[in-house]
């Protein structure tokens, strides 16, 4: 009987040791508070790589590019759509507009933004300091105290990066 307890034992100690790398599939990506309210803005259209939600305005496609902000397609000409701009918000998922208001997560901050009707030019009219969690992990498992050590001081995470 001792044999047979013994064996379970060891066994699902195994089985446990196994599945552990699962805990670290992925790394949380901070930034400090002031640089993350200060990194909004309109810059030069970029590639879609890991595309999110999709929001229609007008005769604009917002295109998400996770936790890293929104392409700005212009289909005036739905045959021919122009990648216009991208709206660099870090930690944004995603946007809602309203009468040239820009509406978005900003990491765990709410911010509304102003736009010109060409979207040239984009000002933070409003924020809402820890309106929202911060993002949880791709893979469903919460903060560890194991990467708690390496916050900065207000350190926000702002995505979660996939371990190679």
């Known amino acids: 009987m001792k044999k047979i307890i013994f064996l379970l034992i060891v066994l699902s100690s195994v089985a446990f040791k196994s599945s552990e790398p699962n805990y670290y599939a992925f790394t949380p990506v901070f930034m400090e508070r002031s640089e993350m309210e200060k990194a909004v803005r309109i810059e030069s259209p970029i590639p879609i790589k890991n595309p999110g939600k999709i929001y229609i305005w007008n005769s604009y496609i917002f295109i998400n590019e996770k936790y890293k902000g ?15 701009a ?20 900003n990491a765990v901050d709410l911010i509304v933004l102003q736009m010109d009707q060409g979207l040239n030019d984009i000002s933070v009219k409003g924020r809402v300091r ?23 001081k207000n350190g926000i995470i702002i995505r979660w990066e996939k371990n190679q």
């Open 70 to 84: 929104f392409h700005v397609i212009d289909n005036v000409n739905p045959a021919t759509p122009i990648n216009k």
């Open 86 to 105: 991208f709206l660099h918000i870090d930690g944004c998922l995603d946007i809602a507009i309203k009468n040239n208001f820009i509406y978005a997560d």
């Open 130 to 152: 820890d309106a929202l969690p911060e993002p949880s992990s791709p893979d469903g498992f919460w903060m560890t105290r194991a990467f708690e050590k390496f916050r900065p």
